[in-house]
Structure formats: C-alpha cells, structure tokens
C-alpha cells in the first residue's frame, strides 16, 4: 500500500500495538476472566423462545428502557441517578474519554492496570498519567495526590477491583481522590460479582463519581454489554456521544431474559468464589510461587525460580491457557494471571502447574 495512503493515519496510532487475544482453540480457557458456566438448559430453551421472537426487521430502543429498568434493579442503582448503555465497558471508557478529550487534557490511571484506558486515551489523544502503584499493588496515597495535584486530570479511572493484581484499593484513599479531584472520577467495578464490594451507593455522596458496570464477567461476555451510572446532567452530555442504536436488539432481548433470572448468575459467581479460594490455598502450597489475594475472578503469581514464560508454556502444552504478563521490569515481571473456572478446569490447572514448576 502506498505511503501517500498511510500518512493520513495520525502518527500515534501508527505507533500502537492491536489489542491481542490469544487462540484458545481446543484448550481449557483461563486466560481472559470468563464465567466458566453455560447457563441451565431450561433457560437456554426459554432464551431460544425469547429470541426467535425478536423483531430483527427493527431497530432496537435505543433508549433500551426495559433493560435499564430491569439493571436498575438489579445492580441498586439510586433512582435519582442516570444510565447509560454501551456495548461493552470499552465503549463506555471511549464515549468518557471522548468528552473531555479537550486539548491539553489528561486521563489518569494507575499502573499496573486495565490496558484500555492508556489504549483509549491515545486514540482520542487524551494525555495519558499512568501513576505507579506500590509494590504489593495498593495505592501510594500521598504520590497519588501529588499526581492529581500536578497533571489536574479531567479524568481519573479505578478499577475496583483491580485488573491484573485482583485487589480492592483502600477506600479511604479512593475517597480522597475522589474529593481532590478536578474532574470525573470512575469507579470501574466490573468484577464486583466476585468482589461484593462497590461505590454505587456513593453516587449520591460525591457529584463527580460515575460507577461503572458490566455484565460480562457474570457469564454474559458474549453480549458485549457495560452500563455507567452517574449524575444526570453528567450522563446527558456523554449519551451525545453515543451512537444511535449502540445495543442490538438481540443484546436487549437476552440481557433483559436473563437479568430477571440473575438468581442463576449469583449461584455462578458463589461457585467461582468458592473455587477461587480452593485455587488460592492450593497455590499457595506450592514452592516457588508468590501469589497475590484476589477479589476477582483471577489470581495473579509471580514465579519466584524459574523463567515465567517456561512455566507458561509448560502449562500451555497441558492444554491450559493462561496468561503471560510479559513484562521485562516493574511489579509484574515474572508474572501469571490465570481465570478461575470450573472445578475440573480448576483441576486441569493445578496439575499443570504443579508439574510446570
């Protein structure tokens, strides 16, 4: 292709790397925090039923307002606040980052952390602060305010728990940034399934905190469905940025079925709670491995004697996939994540590290 082409393409963009996602073809699964379970063959009847009727020849509501309706419920979201819909918690960190892309912005995080929001703020040509976490991966209170001090960031994302060390930051501290900051600050709580921990009450406390959603780690990752909850005034100006039609009809339809039978997602999720904790103990049996308390559905490990990638590749040839932090340096080097699955999977996992190391 010609270079005359390629140079409309902004210089910063050129200078990214695509998003990977491994092929997990004909493996066991744990490398992308997936709920491990399909869900009860009588419900995936009435699903089938349920979408057999959907009117495909349409366009959705694109308000989605049964489905709001039904969230709402279903997450305690408080009435006097508003929702918006993406296609998945990705869509929702770019319409956000979008906003306030104004020129000598910044978007603020802290790292190690979910790769999108550095992503996402380079493609809307946000600046980026990525804020070093302390070495067992909590928050250093007095460097994150000198941070949001400096850079006075018109946005801050916090994932609660956090992605990849599994844990929940000190909530005192999360308030106080809250409280200093110039600007929004997001509480993305997508594994609060596994964590029972959340902010969401607290948006009535504090005018600049958006709680972010999704219902991909509580078994529906297939419909691509995140929500942001907030003040209103704020969430009007971010839904001009969504597009028309943003959740499918079929993403609807499901969700809608599904959510008001949530009792089989928290049955789920207590599985997975309880094999994270078989998981834990039985890793931490193990001689030369550092592994790290999760309030998630994944466990982070550093392996202590031996090259990570040998053991990753060890375990990869049993037929489990994990996932290779690869980093050369920082808190992360020598690093592992793997998702909890199912009891067997779990099984499958243990043994192959077990033997990796």
């Known amino acids: 292709m010609s270079d005359e082409l390629l140079r409309w393409i902004r210089p910063e963009?050129?200078?990214?790397?695509?998003?990977?996602?491994?092929?997990?073809?004909?493996?066991?699964?744990?490398?992308?925090?997936?709920?491990?379970?399909?869900?009860p063959e009588a419900l995936q009847q009435s699903l089938v039923k349920r979408l057999s009727q959907a009117s495909l020849n349409r366009y959705p509501d694109p308000s989605a307002a049964a489905l709001i309706a039904v969230l709402r419920q279903q997450m305690g979201i408080p009435v006097d606040k508003a929702v918006m819909l993406g296609n998945g918690s990705d869509e929702l960190i770019q319409m956000l980052a979008m906003a306030v892309a104004n020129p000598g912005a910044c978007l603020m995080s802290f790292e190690p952390g979910f790769v999108?929001?550095?992503m996402i703020a380079e493609f809307v040509g946000l600046n980026y602060i990525g804020v070093p976490l302390t070495v067992d991966f909590t928050l250093d209170r007095a460097g994150v305010c000198q941070q949001i001090q400096q850079h006075q960031p018109a946005i801050i994302f916090i994932a609660y728990p956090n992605n990849p060390s599994a844990n929940l930051f000190d909530e005192s501290v999360i308030e106080e940034i809250?409280?200093?900051a110039p600007g929004?600050?997001?509480?993305?709580?997508?594994?609060?399934?596994?964590?029972?921990?959340?902010?969401?009450?607290?948006?009535?406390?504090?005018?600049?905190?958006?709680?972010?959603?999704?219902?991909?780690?509580?078994?529906?990752?297939?419909?691509?469905?995140?929500?942001?909850?907030g003040a209103p005034a704020i969430i009007n100006e971010i839904n001009k940025i969504r597009l028309p039609y943003n959740i499918n009809v079929l993403t609807?339809?499901?969700?809608?079925?599904?959510?008001?039978?949530?009792q089989v997602l928290?049955?789920?999720?207590?599985?997975?709670?309880?094999?994270?904790?078989?998981?834990?103990?039985a890793m931490q049996a193990m001689d030369g491995l550092d592994v790290f308390p999760s309030q998630a559905n994944f466990i982070?490990?550093?392996?202590?004697?031996?090259?990570?990638?040998?053991?990753?590749?060890?375990?990869?040839?049993?037929?489990?996939?994990?996932?290779?932090?690869?980093?050369?340096?920082?808190?992360?080097?020598?690093?592992?994540?793997?998702?909890?699955?199912?009891?067997?999977?779990?099984?499958?996992?243990?043994?192959?590290?077990?033997?990796?190391?």
């Open 184 to 229: 929004f600050v997001v509480l993305d709580e997508a594994y609060y399934p596994f964590a029972q921990a959340s902010f969401m009450n607290r948006l009535i406390e504090f005018d600049n905190l958006l709680v972010m959603r999704t219902v991909s780690k509580m078994g529906l990752a297939g419909l691509r469905l995140g929500l942001l909850c």
């Open 266 to 281: 928290d049955q789920q999720a207590e599985k997975i709670r309880k094999q994270r904790a078989r998981v834990y103990m």
């Open 116 to 118: 999108m929001y550095r």
């Open 300 to 357: 982070l490990f550093r392996v202590c004697n031996k090259p990570a990638v040998k053991i990753f590749d060890s375990i990869k040839k049993a037929g489990v996939l994990i996932k290779h932090m690869q980093a050369e340096s920082g808190s992360l080097k020598n690093c592992l994540r793997v998702t909890i699955g199912s009891e067997d999977e779990n099984t499958a996992f243990l043994q192959a590290l077990k033997t990796a190391i």
């Open 178 to 180: 809250i409280r200093l």
């Open 252 to 262: 609807q339809t499901a969700a809608l079925l599904v959510l008001e039978n949530s």
């Open 13 to 39: 963009i050129k200078k990214l790397a695509a998003y990977h996602v491994a092929n997990a073809e004909g493996m066991i699964k744990l490398d992308a925090m997936e709920n491990p379970y399909a869900l």
